[in-house]
Structures are given as C-alpha cells and as structure tokens.
C-alpha cells in the first residue's frame, strides 16, 4: 500500500515536473511567484546590508567628530584665555580699541562677465557702495568688494584691482598684494631692508582696515629685487574658484 502511494506520488510529481518543464503556460505563475520571493530576499538582504553600512559609518563619524570636538575644545580654551588676558591689558591701558569684527555671509549670484573667473555678482544686505569689503573662503583671504553700478561685486584673488596689505615671513615684512590673471599673487614695495625667504607665510596686516590682521593668503615661491624694493610671487590658498557662499567682513573693529 505504501509502495503503491510512493510510487503514485513519484509519478504525479514527475508529471508536474515535466508540465513546467515543457509548458510555458504552467511555468508563468511559478516563474513570477519565484521571481517575487528572490525580489523580497535580495531586498532585505541589501537592506539589511545598507543598515549595517550606515550604522558603522555613523559610528566612524561620531568618533572623528568627538575627536575634532575635543581638539577645537583646546583651542577655544586657550582663545578664550588669550582674550581675557587682551581684555585685561586694554582694560588696564583704558583702551577704546573694540576687538569684535562683523563677518556676514554672502551668496553668489553670478559671473559679472563670461570668460573673467575672478569677478562675481554678490547677495548681501545692508550693502555700502562707498566701502571696500574683504571677501574670505574657508578662513582663507578670497579677495575683496567693491561696488559697480551700486552693486557689489567681488574682485577675487588673481584679478589686477584686488589689492589689499599684507605682512610677508617671520620680519612682518609690510607690502602690497595683488592679483595678475594668473594663478600666482604678486606681493610689491617690499622694503628691501626687512629680510623675506621663499617659504615665507604671508597674512593680511589689518593696516588697510579691509581685513584682520593675521588672515592666511599665502606662500612665497620666488623672490625678485627692482626699483629699491622686493616683490614676492604667491602660491594662494584660495584662487578663482566660485563656492555659492562666502564670508564678507563688513567692520573690522
């Protein structure tokens, strides 16, 4: 009796076999049904595998940002400690001298002309076409702005009109820097007296009332003397990009 059972459901399952195999209109259902479950599997599988990315991406993010968190936490406190000293001291001197710039952010419109990389259209509010503005990126000096047709239009770092004072090495060599439409800054009317190095840093002097004293512009990469000065050529940290924001400082002191 058992034989007989095992043998008819041999031949009944060898029977269905043979119809998917050779029917395409029996295999359809079965195909699809199938195709559905390896869906559903392969879904969750990439699910799973996704949750499991984001979770120990997230983790490695926390961590940098704990790590970085603990490193500006340094830095802030020594700021901090620096300005009470500074506070005192001009406390001491009855100073008037005020310490806190206004910086602002504005956004890129524009090129004021197609084919020149180094003017732009800015948005800004509360904007005064008799100033001279300095332009930042990422803290680094970009350029400055000036006012065309009452608007305000940044002249980036490279452009023949951006000018402003910086302090050249180690001497605060004073001089004048200057883009040239190309990728190097130009540093003139170096004194040739106050020595200067390729390798030097050179920052912004706060001399022009444009910029702090102390922003980052550059490095020197060569040297040359004419006319009873020094000019200095500059790698810049920041040349003819177009970021859709940047930092304007609209009163330094």
Not at 159 to 166: L, P, Q
Not at 205 to 213: E, W
Request: some cysteine; proline content about 4%; hydrophobic content about 40%.
């Amino acid at each position: 009796m058992n034989k007989q059972r095992f043998t008819l459901t041999l031949f009944f399952v060898g029977c269905v076999s043979g119809a998917l195999y050779f029917s395409p209109f029996l295999q359809a259902p079965f195909l699809k049904l199938s195709q559905i479950v390896k869906l559903a599997y392969l879904n969750q599988i990439q699910s799973f595998d996704q949750f499991v990315a984001e979770h120990l991406n997230q983790k490695n993010t926390i961590l940098k940002l704990q790590r970085e968190n603990r490193y500006y936490e340094r830095k802030l406190l020594t700021m901090h400690q620096v300005a009470d000293e500074y506070g005192n001291l001009l406390r001491e001197q009855n100073s008037s001298i005020k310490t806190l710039p206004a910086v602002s952010l504005v956004r890129t419109i524009s090129y004021v002309r197609m084919g020149d990389p180094h003017k732009l259209w800015l948005e800004m509010d509360d904007f005064n076409p008799k100033m001279v503005y300095g332009l930042l990126y990422r803290g680094y000096t970009a350029g400055i702005v000036v006012s065309e047709h009452k608007r305000p239009m940044a002249l980036l770092n490279g452009d023949i009109k951006s000018t402003y004072a910086v302090s050249v090495g180690s001497s605060m060599a004073p001089g004048i820097v200057r883009g040239n439409n190309e990728r190097h800054l130009i540093v003139d009317f170096i004194p040739t007296w106050v020595p200067i190095a390729v390798g030097d840093e050179v920052v912004t002097s706060g001399l022009d009332q444009i910029f702090l004293a102390g922003l980052h512009v550059g490095k020197v990469i060569s040297i040359s003397k004419a006319s009873g000065y020094q000019s200095a050529v500059l790698e810049p940290y920041f040349y003819a990009k177009k970021p859709t924001y940047f930092h304007i400082i609209t009163k330094v002191r």
